[in-house]
């Protein structure tokens, strides 16, 4: 088999198990509410708190163990950290399924914290079967299978709720232990024994993978850029549904449907735009115009009072779905190849700390504005967007300090992966690729040549 077709197989193997994994993700979120109020007993008010208790405690899991499970599929390989997650989240889903009482909940919300870790293994794997100069497109297909999955979720654990909520539930395990089975059977290794490195507990963390990527300055940067993008992009999932019912009086199967359009839009956004943009304009242009779109987005819906320039404004922002891609994909040619787990460690934690602060910023945001009546001075329930916007301007700024910086548009790439390295722009200086610990550009599953 070619080598080409081989990566791309081996490419629609690691998309379908993060689909899948999605989906069954997707599949609790409509009825994880009604079974904290069964188990609790409790009403619908102090079932939101304890559901955003259980965010809180799946992020902060998140955010400790990305660069754990990074750093150990970087030693062991991609594949057996892939799988074991998958277990993991079939035992999550079947310990929450039985939940008798509250702390059932959280403890399975743990486990699933630490076994979603894993997305950052995914990443890794595709960058090590991706030349650099299309990672930013492979990069928009995860996205793409994300939006996908939390498309199709909602909707099947919506018609499974109909028969109890903890039927979804069993639904979930089922495709998560599905998935396990189709990833021992199907998914090969995407990092070779030679390529891989000594595990370093001291590197196995949110901050030591960060000192130890701090060999790359470039990196920090950029990576503080793509906190600020995910930091601002919480006030959506945050507090989209208090804000339309607060302002037009949405509906719950209207937010759906919102929500349903903007995932549609966000995922064809990353499956079919970034690529061609990538192509023609480079990454560190698509990256300013998603930026650009965000910023729009945001503030316009801070003040909009209609359903009609709500579901405009939403769509709009959907297409700002470019710009996180395209900063992992620069990213990703800034290290070697035998640290990309690491550094996607890095990114998974980046994200989940942003998960962690921006929904209580968001919240709370949106609480203080809402206090006063509708009319009087202090009324703005807006502000939550507002804020967003402010901080996506500020990432917008750090990335222009960054390209210009480390000219990000004629930088070669680190990575080793392309047979055929990136040619310097003529009167440019090429910066050499650093050595990596094994001296050689091979990789087990050969990426797909450009």
Not at 210 to 225: D, K, M
Not at 281 to 287: C, D, K, L, P
Not at 357 to 372: D, I, S, V
Not at 384 to 397: D, N, Q, R, S, T
Request: include cysteine.
């Amino acid at each position: 088999m070619k080598a080409e077709t081989r990566s791309r197989l081996t490419l629609a193997c690691i998309l379908i198990t993060i689909l899948l994994d999605m989906i069954g993700l997707g599949i609790i979120v409509p009825v994880l509410p009604e079974l904290i109020e069964q188990v609790t007993g409790e009403g619908v008010a102090q079932a939101a708190v304890i559901g955003g208790y259980l965010v809180f405690v799946y992020a902060l899991m998140q955010f400790l163990f990305s660069p754990v499970l990074g750093n150990l599929s970087d030693r062991f390989g991609r594949r057996p950290v892939l799988l074991l997650s998958l277990l993991g989240l079939t035992v999550d889903y079947l310990f929450m399924a039985f939940a008798p009482i509250v702390a059932f909940l959280f403890a399975g919300r743990i486990l699933s914290g630490i076994a979603g870790a894993a997305v950052a293994t995914a990443t890794a794997y595709i960058a090590d079967i991706t030349p650099p100069e299309k990672r930013s497109q492979r990069f928009g297909l995860i996205g793409a299978a994300f939006g996908l999955g939390f498309i199709i979720g909602p909707v099947v654990g919506g018609e499974l709720g109909a028969y109890g909520p903890r039927v979804p539930f069993y639904a979930a395990a089922a495709l998560a232990f599905a998935n396990f089975l189709f990833g021992f059977f199907v998914l090969p290794e995407s990092l070779p024994k030679e390529r891989r490195r000594k595990f370093d507990i001291r590197r196995a963390n949110p901050f030591g993978a960060l000192v130890a990527l701090r060999q790359y300055p470039v990196v920090i940067w950029l990576l503080f850029a793509l906190f600020l993008l995910s930091l601002a992009s919480q006030a959506f999932p945050s507090v989209w549904n208090f804000f339309t019912i607060e302002v037009v009086n949405f509906s719950t199967s209207q937010i759906g449907r919102a929500l349903g359009a903007f995932g549609i839009g966000f995922a064809l956004s990353q499956a079919f735009l970034i690529g061609p943009m990538v192509k023609r304009i480079g990454e560190w242009s698509t990256v300013l115009i998603g930026l650009t779109v965000a910023t729009i987005a945001f503030v316009g819906t801070a003040f909009i009072h209609t359903s009609f320039g709500l579901y405009g404004f939403l769509m709009f922002g959907s297409l700002s779905g470019i710009a996180a891609p395209a900063i992992n994909g620069l990213l990703s040619r800034q290290v070697p190849d035998n640290a990309q787990g690491e550094l996607q460690g890095a990114v998974n934690a980046a994200n989940s700390l942003a998960a962690i602060l921006g929904p209580l910023a968001a919240t709370q945001l949106f609480a203080y504005f809402t206090t006063a009546e509708k009319g009087e001075p202090g009324y703005f329930p807006g502000a939550p967007f507002i804020g967003a916007g402010a901080m996506i301007v500020l990432a917008a700024l750090v990335f222009v300090y960054t390209a210009w910086r480390y000219d990000l548009m004629h930088r070669h790439p680190v990575a080793k992966h392309p047979k055929r390295p990136d040619m310097a722009p003529p009167g440019q200086q090429a910066t050499p690729p650093h050595a990596d610990q094994n001296g050689d550009g091979d990789n087990g599953v050969e990426p797909e040549k450009s």
